[in-house]
């Protein structure tokens, strides 16, 4: 039993370690993805088409791979879904830290006009880690929100060792439920039950 409870242990924290690191691809057709802008053939990091309220937004981030110290640049363009007309009001960009504890450090990115219909903002990150960017806008006397998620570099997470200390602790806790269990049912010494003298 333990040995099968062994094996069973072994192969979660083996799938729990493979199935949660993160795949990365840095080629597209052969060609490195991280040389190509937003004017190449290449897709952007993040293409997101939403509906919210009366709009149809389209938000692209770029570069396919967006690292620390490079630029990243970020499109937005959004259409009224009656009249098909683009926005035209200022569009307020906001960055902050993906975390479900601690800061999460929100900055203004910038407020933005369209040219031609798209509105542009451009931005450098100083670290790996896991962001949100948020668009804000108020079209017809309504406020507008968007979040996006947007991961720069390959940030190291602490989550899956916080999940493979779990499922050990618990397969270790539910092993010693078991032997507790097994000792208690377990007579304490083996009784003769022929209770009959010898003749």
Same mark, same amino acid.
């Given at each position: &039993?333990? +040995?099968?409870? @062994?094996?069973?242990?072994?192969?979660? &924290?083996?799938?729990?370690?493979?199935?949660? #690191?993160?795949?990365?691809?840095?080629?597209?057709?052969? $060609?490195?993805?991280?040389?190509?802008?937003? *004017? !190449? !053939?290449?897709?952007? #990091?993040? /293409?997101?088409?939403?509906?919210?309220?009366?709009?149809?937004?389209?938000? &692209?981030? @770029?570069?396919? @791979?967006?690292?620390?110290?490079?630029? #990243? +640049?970020?499109?937005?363009?959004?259409?009224?879904?009656?009249?098909?007309?683009? =926005? /035209?009001?200022?569009?307020?960009?906001?960055?902050? *830290? *993906?975390?479900?504890?601690?800061?999460? $450090?929100?900055? /203004?990115?910038?407020?933005? +006009?369209?040219?031609?219909?798209?509105?542009?903002?451009?931005?450098?990150?100083?670290?790996?880690?896991?962001?949100?960017?948020?668009?804000? @806008?108020?079209?017809?006397?309504?406020?507008?929100?968007?979040?996006?998620?947007?991961?720069?570099?390959?940030?190291?997470? !602490?989550?899956? =060792?916080?999940?493979?200390?779990?499922?050990?602790?618990?397969?270790?806790?539910?092993?010693?439920?078991?032997?507790?269990? +097994?000792?208690?049912?377990?007579?304490?010494? !083996?009784? *003769?039950?022929?209770?009959?003298?010898? /003749?």
């Amino acid at each position: &039993m333990a +040995r099968t409870l @062994f094996i069973l242990l072994f192969i979660v &924290m083996l799938q729990l370690l493979v199935g949660l #690191s993160p795949a990365l691809a840095h080629h597209i057709l052969g $060609r490195p993805a991280y040389h190509f802008g937003e *004017d !190449s !053939s290449t897709p952007p #990091s993040i /293409s997101l088409e939403t509906q919210i309220g009366q709009y149809v937004v389209n938000v &692209m981030v @770029f570069p396919a @791979f967006p690292k620390p110290g490079e630029e #990243s +640049r970020i499109k937005f363009y959004a259409i009224h879904l009656k009249t098909k007309e683009t =926005l /035209s009001v200022p569009i307020q960009f906001l960055i902050r *830290d *993906d975390v479900w504890f601690g800061d999460k $450090r929100l900055e /203004s990115l910038g407020e933005q +006009r369209p040219i031609d219909g798209i509105y542009r903002q451009s931005v450098i990150f100083k670290e790996e880690a896991n962001y949100i960017l948020t668009a804000q @806008f108020e079209a017809l006397n309504e406020p507008y929100t968007i979040d996006i998620p947007l991961t720069i570099g390959n940030p190291t997470s !602490s989550w899956p =060792l916080f999940i493979a200390a779990g499922v050990v602790g618990g397969m270790l806790l539910l092993l010693v439920w078991h032997k507790k269990r +097994r000792r208690r049912h377990q007579p304490l010494a !083996s009784m *003769d039950t022929d209770l009959t003298e010898p /003749s």
